[in-house]
């Protein structure tokens, strides 16, 4: 990678609550705000944010979305004011020309973003852009988008996107580790994206009972694809917190460099 380019990176968010918990997990995140340059902007896709259309976070201030229930007030009192960037919504727009990109005023920074954050950047002062996952499109359409946004690397802008590879919370086991069904899928995509075939991974509809049970709706996935569109051909690719949790929760997250 050239020395100034912005690393790729797809983190397996799990639940809210590593917000507030020290684990292998939390120390993973935040050990890549140390590593790297700090990023004039970062650009974050979220499993929480679905739409019907492509929008950006366009406001100065985003607020801190807090999209969950049943979980302890510290949680709901914890707040990521970083600053927005009209600035970076106006770029992505014109670099996702000629779909149309929504410059959106009334969403904020979710928990997909801010629970990752704030063990990343804990001093929220690194300005935040959000993009939406247009529901009514194909896999291929997000991996693309994410392809055509891959050049903002080399202009400061960190590429983030939060999800989980399996993530199926009616299947939850806070006893077991992981189904074998959930360890076979994780250990697929990843085999698939150390060997460099994306095209596995956007395909994953095609992979079967165990990716039907690790995706039973899509939100959680399809931000992984666009940051494997992001990758360039000279990046590094590393595997990191390799695990899965609660049965069926994929930790497993992806950082190009």
Not at 1 to 26: K, Q, Y
Not at 185 to 196: K, P, Q, S, Y
Request: aromatic letters at 10%; glycine letters at 6%; one cysteine or more.
């Amino acid at each position: 990678m050239s020395p100034s380019r912005m690393p790729a990176i797809f983190f397996g968010h799990g639940s809210p609550m590593n917000a507030l918990e020290d684990n292998t997990f939390t120390q993973a995140w935040a050990e890549i705000g140390r590593r790297f340059p700090t990023p004039k902007a970062i650009l974050m896709i979220s499993a929480h944010w679905m739409t019907h259309q492509v929008a950006v976070t366009a406001m100065q201030q985003p607020k801190t979305i807090h999209d969950f229930g049943g979980f302890p007030p510290a949680l709901f009192a914890m707040q990521y004011p970083a600053p927005g960037s009209p600035e970076l919504a106006e770029r992505i727009t014109q670099l996702l020309a000629p779909v149309r990109v929504v410059q959106d005023q009334a969403w904020g920074l979710d928990h997909g973003t801010w629970s990752v954050l704030a063990k990343v950047y804990p001093q929220a002062h690194i300005p935040v852009v959000q993009l939406s996952l247009n529901m009514n499109e194909e896999p291929a359409f997000h991996y693309e988008l994410g392809r055509q946004l891959s050049v903002l690397r080399d202009e400061g802008v960190m590429l983030m996107a939060s999800g989980n590879v399996v993530h199926n919370l009616r299947q939850l086991n806070p006893s077991l580790r992981a189904y074998d069904w959930a360890e076979r899928f994780d250990t697929l995509i990843r085999d698939a994206i150390v060997a460099g075939k994306f095209e596995q991974a956007v395909q994953f509809d095609q992979m079967g009972t165990d990716a039907r049970l690790s995706i039973p709706t899509t939100e959680h996935f399809l931000p992984l694809l666009y940051i494997l569109g992001a990758k360039r051909d000279d990046d590094q690719t590393e595997v990191f917190c390799n695990e899965l949790a609660m049965g069926s929760i994929s930790m497993t997250s992806y950082l190009f460099h």
